[in-house]
C-alpha cells in the first residue's frame, strides 16, 4: 500500500509540473507521427511504383537509383535510364519497358497521424514509450498531446489524482 501510495504522490507531481503541449485539461499523451498514403496527382508530395510482377511498391526515385547502382542491364539500357532526369512520365515508360510492363506510379503524400493503441498519462511515459519502441515508428515519431474533451470520467479521475491529498492516508507499516 505504501509504494501505491508513494506511485501516486509522483504521479500527482508529474502530472501538475507537465509541460501542456497547448492542450486543455483534461490532456493524455499520444504517439504522433507521420506516413505516407496514395494522393490526387496534384497533391503529390512524391511518387511510388508498384511492379505487379513481384507485387511490391517502392520509392520512385530510390527505386531508380538502386536501378542505377546495382543493375545487370546493358549499357544502352543503363544509358537510357541515366538520360531520364525528373520526368516521371519517362521513368515508368521505362520501368514498363526493361523491368515490369504493368508497372504504376502511385502518387503519394506525407500526413500525420495518431499512432492506434497508445495512452499515456504524462509525456514522459510517452517519450520513453517512443524510445523503446522506436523500431515501430518512423524517425519523426514524437509525442502528441490530446484533449479528452467531454469525458468526465477522465476529467475526474485526473483532478483526483492532481489535488488529493494523498498523504492523508494513514497505513500501516
Known amino acids: 500500500m505504501n509504494q501505491d501510495i508513494q506511485f501516486l504522490i509522483e504521479l500527482q507531481q508529474e502530472l501538475k509540473n507537465q509541460d501542456s503541449d497547448g492542450q486543455a485539461a483534461p490532456r493524455f499523451w499520444t504517439v504522433g507521427d507521420y506516413e505516407w498514403v496514395e494522393a490526387r496527382e496534384e497533391n503529390a508530395e512524391r511518387y511510388s511504383v508498384y511492379l505487379p510482377n513481384i507485387a511490391e ?12 547502382e546495382d543493375s545487370e542491364l546493358s549499357k544502352e539500357v543503363q544509358t537510357e535510364l541515366q538520360e531520364i532526369e525528373e520526368d ?31 495512452m499515456f498519462l504524462t509525456k514522459v511515459e510517452a517519450k520513453r514509450h517512443i524510445r523503446l519502441n522506436k ?3 518512423t524517425s519523426e515519431a514524437h509525442t502528441y498531446a490530446m484533449t479528452a474533451w467531454r469525458a468526465l470520467k477522465v476529467e475526474r479521475l485526473l483532478n483526483i489524482l492532481e489535488t488529493f491529498e494523498w498523504k492523508s492516508i494513514e497505513t500501516s507499516k
Open 135 to 137: 523500431h515501430h515508428y
Open 88 to 118: 516521371y512520365d519517362d521513368a515508368i515508360e521505362w520501368i514498363q519497358k526493361y523491368i515490369d510492363e504493368g508497372a504504376e506510379l502511385i502518387p503519394e503524400r506525407k500526413v500525420h497521424i495518431i499512432q492506434p493503441n497508445t
Open 57 to 68: 511498391s517502392y520509392v520512385l526515385d530510390d527505386y531508380l537509383e538502386e536501378i542505377k
